[in-house]
């Protein structure tokens, strides 16, 4: 139930950069809504944007060293934390579907290291394909003559889109077999035919930079297939009898990589609340009015003492579902989902709470709780809306197809 001594020692570091160079500098990118590169290359100088870093704690046997570096990380600030953890998502892709070949070849570059600092993209949704991914049309052609792949479409909402040295997409091989007719590929740098469309402006987590991606007749050697084509071959055949069989489901590619995510991005809301937390705990202790601090109030005491509760409910229930990731225990209930929904409610709840207790402060920018509020909406959209973890989490607890 706690970190261990090695962990509270990551922890700690990860907290003093956090609190020494994230949040000086949180106002600022938020403002400038660019990619913010100096502080990503910062983190990268000191070793904790870093292939090594994610290494360590995706592999840390309790399964607690992503969930609590995520919660650090986005304690300072959820612009720059999703600057500097983006490229995990599609780390996340190449590991859960790559070969090993692919794994060691593409990570590296994904990162880049502490002198040419790389990032990475995961694009599955599409403008018409959000939380129905079976609905995407980005076409992966095979060439079997130049044993070559040729992808066609655009990809929407892209974190690091267009700007990442690699991009990981998400396409259709197989139109009649729906999300079960899907692969997920490789785009290795500068490759002839894809380029950044739209760049968003966004209501919160302005730091972090959201764009299409256009694929036009985009050529991708053979191996840039996540998990080869023997293996792709053997899954389209199961999924085909299945559909003639009316069988269960099989792996949808993108799934898989939201499913082994969605823990780590609960953590990064458990980090957003607990920090609106702290400040309204903060104000409500030094502000005076009717000659006593407001904290003094039942109603305004009672506020704290639910957002402290929902964030430490929040932060065991992704705390379970990262351990059970790690020691291979069945999602019986979805509790991955569940670590998700709950932490992004939590987040966009008590961030909304944090700013009515700061009272007119809470809504300037001079205090952080509303760029604070901005960035938690997020939480309840990506990776799955909370209306979408309801859903699997119900299917998961009934096995019936609700809709
Ligand atoms: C800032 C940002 C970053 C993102 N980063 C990435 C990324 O890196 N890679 C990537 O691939 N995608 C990314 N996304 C896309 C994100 O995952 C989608 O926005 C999300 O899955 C929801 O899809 P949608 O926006 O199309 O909403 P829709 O699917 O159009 O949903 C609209 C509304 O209808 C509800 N709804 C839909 N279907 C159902 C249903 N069956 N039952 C009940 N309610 C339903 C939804 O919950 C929602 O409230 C990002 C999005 C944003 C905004």
Avoid at 262 to 270: D, E, H, L, S
Avoid at 327 to 332: D, H, I, L, S
Avoid at 350 to 364: D, E, F, K, P, R
């Amino acid at each position: 139930m706690e970190l261990n001594e090695d962990q509270r020692g990551v922890r700690d570091w990860i907290h003093g950069f956090a609190a020494e160079v994230m949040r000086p500098a949180a106002a600022e990118w938020d403002e400038r809504e660019e990619f913010p590169w100096p502080v990503v290359q910062e983190a990268a100088r000191i070793g904790l944007y870093s292939l090594d870093f994610y290494a360590q704690q995706f592999f840390d046997p309790t399964g607690l060293g992503i969930p609590m570096a995520m919660e650090e990380l986005f304690w300072g600030d959820a612009g720059l934390g999703l600057a500097i953890t983006g490229t995990g998502l599609a780390a996340i892709g190449v590991l859960t579907n790559g070969t090993e070949e692919q794994i060691g070849t593409w990570l590296p570059q994904m990162y880049g290291d502490a002198g040419d600092v790389k990032i990475a993209a995961f694009c599955s949704s599409e403008p018409d394909a959000g939380s129905d991914v079976s609905a995407m049309r980005t076409r992966a052609v095979y060439d079997e003559a130049k044993d070559e792949w040729v992808l066609n479409g655009t990809k929407t909402w892209a974190t690091n889109g267009g700007i990442a040295n690699v991009h990981v997409v998400v396409a259709v091989v197989d139109p009649e077999l729906g999300a079960r007719g899907h692969a997920s590929f490789i785009v290795p740098p500068g490759t002839p035919g894809l380029s950044q469309g739209q760049k968003f402006k966004k209501h919160g987590i302005r730091a972090s930079h959201t764009a299409e991606v256009v694929l036009d007749g985009v050529r991708l050697p053979g191996h840039c297939l996540l998990g080869g084509k023997d293996k792709l071959d053997e899954r389209l055949a199961r999924a085909r009898e299945r559909v003639r069989t009316g069988g269960a489901r099989t792996h949808n590619a993108a799934m898989a990589t939201f499913e082994a995510s969605r823990p780590t991005v609960g953590a990064q809301a458990v980090g957003i609340a607990r920090a609106a937390y702290e400040v309204a705990l903060d104000y409500a202790q030094t502000r005076v009015q009717f000659g006593r601090p407001v904290i003094d109030n039942q109603g305004v005491a009672f506020q704290l003492a639910d957002m402290r509760t929902r964030i430490d409910a929040a932060r065991l229930l992704v705390w379970r579902a990262s351990w059970m990731a790690t020691a291979g225990k069945p999602f019986t209930a979805a509790e991955g989902s569940m670590s998700k929904l709950f932490a992004g409610e939590t987040a966009k709840a008590v961030t909304a709470q944090a700013m009515q207790i700061l009272g007119g402060n809470g809504y300037t920018r001079e205090y952080p709780v509303e760029r604070m509020h901005r960035d938690a909406a997020i939480y309840t959209i990506f990776e799955g809306t909370s209306e979408i973890q309801r859903l699997v989490i119900a299917r998961t607890i009934s096995d019936v197809p609700i809709r």
